[in-house]
């Protein structure tokens, strides 16, 4: 399709005055829409015209809207289903509809925004998708013709067999890393901005409701929000784009502190055991990043024991150099081929089936450790069993390991601030929250309209997001300490790079989306708190 074309919709609705309001919306939002009043004639037009979104009624005079949806699923698995109905009302009708296979659900009426913003977000997800299948399509046949390369130059080399291979395995690995990275770096700003306004409005409805029934559905989709932060998260690892907090990490107290989170994820039918060295000494490492690491290594252990069995995580120095401190975690599972073993940290590599992994567990776990200085090496035969060994820089002097999260921030006393984001959700959420917990709050939505404000408001602290269309955050901050030198600021972003971040921004405190309330009031206090401009450059500017 191309830039200039209207995507169309499919609105399935037999009842004219229902339908009617919605294509009216649909129109004022910018979509094509076609109409289909029963279940037949919906898949006749689904058949035709393909769209790639079909706005479906529960109920229909021939056919349920179930059942329509479940054969769009069966025979177009690509056509998003967004299910409408007056008598979604339970959590029994919502499981209904999605168990047909709908993407989403939407209680009618809806107002025309809600409407216009779900199919949107139904259509991002399905074009990330899209670009993630065909990106992993892509890696396959370059590994692929890569391989048959390195296959012809080997009958040439066959006395030169097990260090050049090593290292050329290697820098195969690096080029589909940066592949992937050069992928991630684009979609991670956008998902964030998304997920920064779920989680952040989630919270916020958390603490705030009375009703146990609100309470936990707000609950249940911060823990799907959170699990989205998370697989945004693994993409950066692996693609090795997101600066880790390292430190001295003492292994042993890390594991220790761990056990009950393995515990409760591994299930009654795992035994978990631990042979950790005394003397193991620190290593150098992102602790957090380090324990989701570890947590990877033993759901995945866990998933090639479904019978049950063993996992031992094991602590040493390295016999083989004395830099290195090891650390295995150990299965008694159904192990793996060799040419298993060979693709075993291709990222979206899995050998579960369809929706039960993500292929990016040991991705992230190798991105993680070669971005932390160490290497990762794994040693499986079928029917007895799996060890990944992670070897870890040693550190020079232990320096602890500190696990516990800093306290609340204090409220504002009325300082003004002008927060600037060009995303709408995100920057509502920021303002609405800032002036809940007692700050004078000013908003813009892109960087010359800031300046404009500036003018008059004379603010105290600047909340900036850095990827904005036309001119970048750090180019704003520049302009806006001509005329205020020592002003304040706190810059806020999703984007994925953290060096060419740095790089525009100096030294000025920065927040990474997707951000909790409580983080960003600690940010803003810490920033007035501390005053005084920091260099802030707009060479490296990323868009």
């Not at 949806?69 to 069966?74: D, N, T």
């Not at 060295?277 to 992102?286: E, G, H, L, N, Q």
């Amino acid at each position: 399709m191309s830039a200039h074309e209207k995507i169309i919709v499919l609105n399935v609705d037999d009842l004219e005055s229902q339908r009617y309001v919605k294509t009216r919306d649909l129109h004022a939002a910018g979509f094509a829409v076609i109409e289909a009043k029963s279940g037949a004639e919906a898949l006749r037009l689904v058949e035709q015209h393909r769209p790639p979104l079909v706005l479906l009624d529960v109920q229909l005079p021939d056919i349920s809207g179930f059942e329509v949806c479940a054969f769009i699923k069966k025979k177009w698995p690509e056509v998003m289903v967004l299910q409408t109905s007056a008598t979604f009302t339970t959590a029994d009708d919502r499981v209904v509809g999605l168990n047909a296979g709908a993407d989403s659900y939407l209680v009618q009426p809806a107002e025309p925004l809600e409407l216009a913003a779900a199919i949107n977000a139904l259509l991002r997800v399905r074009r990330s998708e899209d670009a993630l299948r065909a990106l992993n399509a892509t890696l396959d046949k370059q590994v692929q013709a890569r391989t048959e390369e390195l296959e012809q130059a080997n009958q040439q080399l066959r006395q030169e067999v097990a260090q050049r291979k090593k290292a050329e395995s290697a820098l195969l690995q690096a080029q589909k890393m940066e592949a992937v990275g050069q992928l991630t770096g684009g979609l991670a700003h956008d998902f964030n901005n998304l997920l920064t306004a779920v989680v952040g409005n989630l919270d916020m409805i958390r603490s705030r409701s009375t009703e146990p029934r609100i309470t936990r559905l707000a609950d249940n989709a911060f823990k799907a929000a959170e699990r989205g932060s998370k697989l945004t998260a693994q993409l950066l690892a692996f693609s090795r784009t997101q600066k880790l907090a390292t430190e001295s990490v003492d292994i042993n107290r890390l594991i220790e502190g761990s056990f009950e989170l393995l515990n409760q994820s591994l299930g009654a039918n795992v035994t978990i055991k631990t042979n950790l060295d005394p003397i193991a000494p620190s290593v150098i490492a992102d602790g957090n990043q380090l324990e989701v690491g570890i947590l990877n290594l033993a759901i995945n252990a866990r998933d090639a024991m479904p019978d049950g069995g063993t996992l031992t995580i094991t602590t040493a120095c390295d016999d083989a150099d004395e830099r290195r401190v090891m650390l295995s975690v150990t299965d008694t599972g159904t192990g793996m081929p060799p040419e298993v073993i060979a693709r075993a940290f291709d990222p979206f590599f899995t050998t579960k089936p369809p929706g039960k992994g993500t292929g990016l567990g040991l991705s992230q776990v190798y991105g993680l450790v070669r971005q932390m200085g160490g290497d990762v090496e794994i040693n499986s035969e079928v029917g007895k069993g799996t060890s990944v060994r992670l070897l870890l820089r040693r550190a020079a002097a232990a320096m602890g390991f500190d696990t516990e999260s800093s306290g609340a921030a204090e409220s504002g006393h009325a300082e003004r601030i002008l927060v600037v984001d060009d995303d709408h959700d995100v920057r509502g959420l920021m303002t609405s929250f800032l002036s809940e917990i007692g700050y004078s709050v000013h908003e813009a939505d892109h960087g010359a309209a800031a300046l404009a404000i500036q003018k008059s408001v004379n603010p105290q602290l600047m909340i900036i997001d850095f990827s904005m269309p036309g001119t970048n955050g750090a180019e704003v901050v520049k302009a806006a300490r001509v005329v205020q030198p020592s002003l304040p600021v706190l810059f806020v972003s999703g984007y994925a790079d953290s060096a060419a971040l740095e790089s525009a921004m100096g030294s000025a405190p920065f927040l990474r989306k997707p951000f909790r309330p409580a983080e960003l009031a600690q940010a803003v206090r810490t920033a007035l708190d501390k005053g005084g401009p920091e260099a802030v450059t707009s060479e490296g500017s990323v868009r």
